[in-house]
């Protein structure tokens, strides 16, 4: 059973002067963050809301028209536009962890000024779009040229989550790519991540050893980093729930290479208090569990001209 995520739809062209549709639909528009950092405050109708920062087009925040609260972010998160944000959806690109040195952790996507380029609502959507390319700082850790772009999708029930990057070099090249989202739990010892039995995966716990997930419901109860390999091109549909009980988040994921579906993979991660770092601190790691599509599980490359695509929709239950 799908969760009715739509397949992902090229990015609208759009001038340099943005547009801004402010009206009863809904609302969308530039404001400002913490430490008068620049964001982006969504408002649906319904009352869900959405803010993004510009720096590293990190979603902070998604609240359902209840009012509650669906991501997380530390308490201990720096807003310096020094550091990434820990916590809300880092972006993450063009590589997954650090196997490349001369990169920092998880690439640098995540820490680089991002550009708006559309801010819209219709009935009963509101939607805004960012984008970054290579520049002079990210050409002397990694000598590639890129875009990226980011397009965040406000709906009353949902928000959808799709990131296109595309090739503008000459040759081709590998990259890895990802998008690091933080649920908010009220404790994750009591929750479960469902959707994964069946699936080979990499236990990053025990130096990335190969096994095979039995279990219908993964449990965080310890220091947890799994990279699930998926092997489905189709939409893979993973279920955050109250351990034992009834679900929290229905999750929906897809990539894509050249326009022909990929199997998205899922890493599944919280760092518990052995591996909390410096800027979560403890017990912050109790209150979230990361769930993060990805074509991360091998360097995939990319043709010149060519765009590679994931999305992750979210659908908040309780």
């Not at 620049?38 to 809301?49: E, I, Y």
């Not at 509101?126 to 000598?143: G, I, K, L, M, Y």
């Not at 109790?286 to 490359?301: A, R, S, T």
């Given at each position: 059973?799908h969760?009715?995520a739509r397949?992902?739809?090229?990015?609208?062209?759009?001038?340099?002067?943005?547009?801004?549709?402010?009206?009863t639909m809904g609302?969308c528009?530039p404001?400002?963050?913490k430490?008068?950092?620049?964001?982006?405050?969504?408002?649906h109708?319904?009352?869900?809301s959405?803010?993004?920062?510009?720096?590293?087009?990190?979603?902070?925040?998604?609240?359902?028209?209840?009012g509650?609260e669906n991501?997380f972010v530390?308490p201990g998160a720096?807003?310096?536009?020094k550091?990434?944000?820990?916590?809300?959806i880092p972006v993450v690109?063009p590589?997954?962890?650090?196997?490349?040195e001369a990169?920092p952790?998880?690439?640098?996507?995540r820490?680089s000024k991002?550009?708006i380029t559309?801010?819209?609502s219709s009935?009963d959507?509101?939607r805004?779009a960012?984008?970054?390319?290579?520049?002079e700082a990210?050409?002397s850790q990694w000598?590639?040229?890129?875009s990226?772009a980011?397009r965040?999708?406000?709906t009353?029930?949902?928000?959808?989550l799709?990131l296109?990057?595309?090739?503008?070099d000459?040759?081709?090249w590998?990259?890895?790519?990802l998008?690091?989202?933080?649920?908010c739990?009220?404790?994750?010892?009591?929750i479960?991540?469902?959707g994964?039995?069946?699936?080979?995966?990499e236990?990053?716990?025990t130096g990335?050893?190969?096994k095979e997930?039995?279990r219908?419901q993964?449990e965080v109860?310890?220091?947890?980093?799994?990279?699930y390999?998926?092997?489905?091109?189709a939409?893979k549909?993973v279920?955050i729930?109250?351990k034992?009980?009834a679900?929290?988040?229905?999750?929906s994921h897809t990539a894509a290479l050249e326009?022909a579906?990929?199997p998205?993979d899922?890493?599944?991660?919280?760092?518990?208090?052995?591996?909390s770092?410096g800027?979560l601190?403890?017990?912050?790691?109790?209150?979230?569990?990361c769930?993060e599509?990805g074509?991360?599980g091998?360097?995939?490359?990319?043709?010149p001209?060519?765009?590679a695509e994931?999305?992750?929709t979210?659908?908040?239950v309780?």
């Amino acid at each position: 059973k799908h969760f009715s995520a739509r397949a992902l739809e090229p990015l609208a062209h759009t001038s340099p002067s943005f547009q801004s549709c402010l009206s009863t639909m809904g609302d969308c528009k530039p404001a400002k963050g913490k430490n008068d950092l620049d964001t982006v405050v969504m408002t649906h109708p319904s009352g869900a809301s959405a803010e993004i920062y510009l720096w590293g087009a990190t979603l902070t925040s998604y609240k359902s028209p209840c009012g509650k609260e669906n991501i997380f972010v530390s308490p201990g998160a720096k807003f310096d536009e020094k550091a990434a944000i820990r916590g809300g959806i880092p972006v993450v690109f063009p590589q997954f962890g650090r196997p490349d040195e001369a990169m920092p952790q998880h690439g640098f996507a995540r820490i680089s000024k991002w550009t708006i380029t559309e801010l819209k609502s219709s009935e009963d959507t509101v939607r805004a779009a960012f984008t970054v390319a290579d520049n002079e700082a990210s050409v002397s850790q990694w000598p590639h040229k890129f875009s990226l772009a980011y397009r965040v999708e406000l709906t009353a029930t949902s928000l959808k989550l799709s990131l296109q990057v595309t090739n503008t070099d000459a040759e081709a090249w590998p990259f890895q790519a990802l998008l690091h989202t933080y649920f908010c739990v009220s404790d994750a010892a009591d929750i479960g991540v469902e959707g994964l039995k069946g699936l080979s995966y990499e236990d990053k716990t025990t130096g990335g050893e190969p096994k095979e997930e039995a279990r219908d419901q993964v449990e965080v109860v310890g220091y947890t980093d799994s990279v699930y390999l998926n092997n489905d091109p189709a939409p893979k549909e993973v279920t955050i729930a109250a351990k034992g009980g009834a679900p929290l988040y229905k999750l929906s994921h897809t990539a894509a290479l050249e326009g022909a579906a990929l199997p998205c993979d899922i890493v599944v991660w919280n760092p518990h208090e052995e591996k909390s770092p410096g800027d979560l601190p403890v017990p912050a790691y109790k209150g979230f569990v990361c769930v993060e599509p990805g074509l991360v599980g091998k360097p995939h490359d990319l043709k010149p001209g060519a765009v590679a695509e994931i999305s992750q929709t979210i659908f908040p239950v309780a």
